[in-house]
């Protein structure tokens, strides 16, 4: 039978354009947020992290936003290159106080990065 | 590379099989956790241990089991597999004491499962 497959929104930017990569997450409790980079057929990797005290963090070429009141994420990456173009994954966690001490990470679903040369 | 090493990297069984995947955190790390990442699902954790012990659950099935060995290594366990069970299986590993509050997790590169 057909699979179906996550829809995941696409952001398309030419290179050297900035850009901008939302998230909405859902647990008010969350108090630590990660941004992933996910290239075709490899394992998700760290980009950037902010915890919930702080509404803005700066990288080498990336800055995550977050807004508490709205519980908005953004991920901002500066004169986009090719080898930007991935799956972008923002993730939630909360001290894991209901699980035994864990520290789940919830992923969102993912907006793939497409950089148009 | 993230330093996190999984084995196999592709594997292809038959529905009703049984299967181990392996993982080796980063050096240091204690704390390993295990996703999977279906096409429909997107990533969802599955379970994590911290030291030999398991610490949180998340969307773990019956059919799947895990554990931590002395060495930090974990293996997590698919038995009775289903078609649905074809997806990627990712470890993580993480390099902060379990006490509280964030740490990052370092992924490894995954077992792409496939069950016909």
């Known amino acids: 039978g057909e699979s179906v497959g996550l829809h995941l929104p696409t952001l398309s930017v030419q290179e050297g354009d900035n850009s901008i990569i939302n998230c909405a997450y859902s647990?008010?409790?969350?108090?630590?947020f990660i941004w992933y980079k996910q290239e075709s057929g490899k394992g998700p990797q760290f980009i950037i992290d902010i915890r919930s005290n702080m509404d803005k963090r700066q990288g080498q070429r990336v800055t995550v936003l977050l807004n508490k009141t709205v519980k908005h994420l953004s991920l901002q990456i500066a004169a986009t290159q090719p080898g930007d173009s991935a799956v972008y994954f923002c993730?939630?966690?909360?001290?894991?106080?209901?699980?035994?001490?864990?520290?789940?990470?919830?992923f969102g679903t993912g907006t793939q990065l497409k950089v148009e040369l | 590379d993230s330093g996190v090493t999984q084995t196999p990297k592709h594997l292809i069984t038959a529905t009703g099989q049984r299967v181990t995947l392996r993982c080796s955190p980063r050096?240091?790390?204690?704390?390993v956790y295990w996703y999977q990442q279906s096409l429909d699902q997107g990533l969802q954790f599955l379970i994590q241990y911290y030291n030999g012990e398991e610490r949180a659950k998340g969307n773990i099935l019956e059919r799947f089991s895990a554990q931590q060995f002395p060495d930090l290594h974990s293996e997590l366990n698919l038995s009775s597999l289903e078609l649905g069970d074809s997806a990627l299986y990712f470890c993580a590993s993480s390099d902060r004491p379990i006490t509280g509050g964030q740490e990052t997790q370092y992924f490894g590169p995954g077992t792409r499962l496939l069950v016909l």
């Open positions: 050096s240091g790390d204690l704390s």
């Open positions: 647990n008010s409790a969350s108090d630590y």
């Open positions: 993730a939630e966690s909360s001290w894991g106080i209901l699980t035994g001490g864990g520290n789940k990470l919830t």
